[in-house]
DNA sequence: TCAGGAAAGGTAATCGTTTTCCTATTTTCG
DNA sequence: CGAAAATAGGAAAACGATTACCTTTCCTGA
């Protein structure tokens, strides 16, 4: 199980070079390595109450807006003072008293892809303006690193736990049972345990279906598909969707022209794709791909090839990368409201601490042409 | 001054339609919208204490590592008593004791900026390989926003706070005079104040005068700028290197050959730069742009225009966005190590806490040629 | 034999809040 | 006028951890 580094197993703890070291000792010499101008301690609730000459029961009170335990000019008294020493409450002191803090933790499978980076700056800016914290983790895609940054967070009393991707993972599922306040965003759990109440993201079953009849539209019909690991229902859903609604037009999708990828790597997905359905044979005149990298990718080894996009291949994305316009003028995308996911967070969130009901938020895509 | 959104100005504090409540009313009807099986606290040192037989005393010892204060049996029945209650202990609780967390918090000009973003994932594996968390601000370039997150972040007690760039700002002085553990990165303050010890990045201005000389080198001689807002010293340092080189080697740059734009959005000033710098004459057959993000812009300009990259012009970006060897095969850039930002902002921080000496950390950089 | 130290571990103070009881002092109103 | 109710505010108990200080027991060596 978890124990803090300072007691694992191949440390023995205090001991120095054989010699048991009492913490005393330690203590004694640390003021001697400290600055000199050490920052003087903020302000505390006591200050603040001795300050205005009342009790901190009175500061607590006023500072939560408890109008009517004080007179106004008691309130005004302990305002100035606050404004004063520049006091601030300690969040850890409220959070301990309360029970609960107003952090929320957001637990990325990927930081370095931008579409997460971009989620979760969207979800700080909306968090704050909320009145919440947010602490970032990336769990890298590992099912015990997730497990990690759970426990680690819920050791921070955290209110919340948004999920920007998921594996299934030990810790996951306890949290699931102990009806913990986990908002799954853009990729749902494994599990048909939790409820489609907290979910945050786009249809992406309908954006794939989607997909297939914007090729039709066009009149292209030999249509391909490059996705990444089926593991995400995200990405199993687009694939559901664009395979489902080929067949049901009654043309189908060529196994030669599929390409599943593995990995976090879409980039190195999509030119591998390309590889491989040459090998298979002849390239589809419509490509879709599960992720904008995933189309970057196939586009540099068609440029390679001397393929053009559009003119020899259309390529359609997903995502929609706000770079796009600037530098991918050839690729269509599934165009998705990423910086609206913040703002659905916090109202899932809401909803899911208030239990008033449905915290799913459910967000409208485009399809973005290009080409 | 600062006041929780309870009690706001606006806000009377718990008066409803004309109706004073009382606290209590409200707590007694907390537990009716409680969802019924709320999630089972998580066991506190007191419980271990009680199911192992011991103080509370002992199990803290135990699980700080002090060895010499208790038998090993003793030992074994607490950490057995820790994995069967899956104990960890709350940081809030710690922290309140020990007057510090090991919490950092980050505070980025802009993370819509995958640079920044890119910094802020590669911090994030790093601070948690060396046990501690990490808080997410977003202060978008703006004063208030970035003295409100400092303030927010003292607040929580955390232990450092690493400026993603940084603005000058009425708090951030206020933090340098009392000698909080700040660590600049990629920008330096204005003021002079600071030690140049609590910085993290690249030589900016060797980096800008490496382009010159780069420049020159491959034998193009009309070079040109496009930079943006000179308020970021990092930017500035890049010019004045640029600038200061070329005019070394005698030919200097000629003004027409310089766009200076503003904002956040680089994209817009690399289109704008190559609009204005053909409105003021011909184009020079090197551009420096300051960022990645501005070459995109020119380039987008300069294909509607038909003009190629690099057979018409050469450009120079900066950053090196992993995504250039995909989507900007034409783009030459000054390559940062971003990804070793992250042991490196650990580092310094480190070397800030324990005072030791220098926590600053000059990183290399490199120039990628593609064109 | 016994002074003194080490070993093992418990007690209680403390960190900064919130909130439940209290206790006075006014007000209100019949 | 007097009882009930409201107002204003204080005292103290939590919340979960750490640690200074104390107590008990056992062992060592002069």
Redesign the pocket.
Known sequence: MWFPPACEEGSKGLVQSGV?ID??TI?TKAPDHQNPAKSP?PA???AVARHA??????V??I??GIV????P??QLRVKAAVEELG????T???S????ESRVVSIHAVNLANPTMAAIAASAETALREAGYTMVLCDTHDQPDLQDTTLLDMRAHLVRGYVLLGTIDSAQLAQFQNHREALLYVNRRPHGATSTPDDFVGIDNKAAGAAVATYFKQRGLHHCGLIHGALHSPATSDRVDGYTGTLSETGQGLNPRHIFAGQGLNHLQIGYDGITDLLQKGALPDALFCSSDLIAYGAHRKLSELGIQVPRDIVLMGFDDNPLNDWIAPWLNSVSVPYPKFGQAIVTGLEAIWNRGDRGAQILPFTIVERA
Chains 1, 2 share one sequence.
Not at 53 to 58: E, F, K, L, N, Q
């Open positions: 048991l913490k005393t203590m301690k505390s609730i006591t000459g009342v009790s901190i029961a009175t607590s009170r500072m939560n009517n335990k004080s007179s000019a008691t006091y601030r409450p300690v850890h002191g409220q301990l008293r309360r029970g």
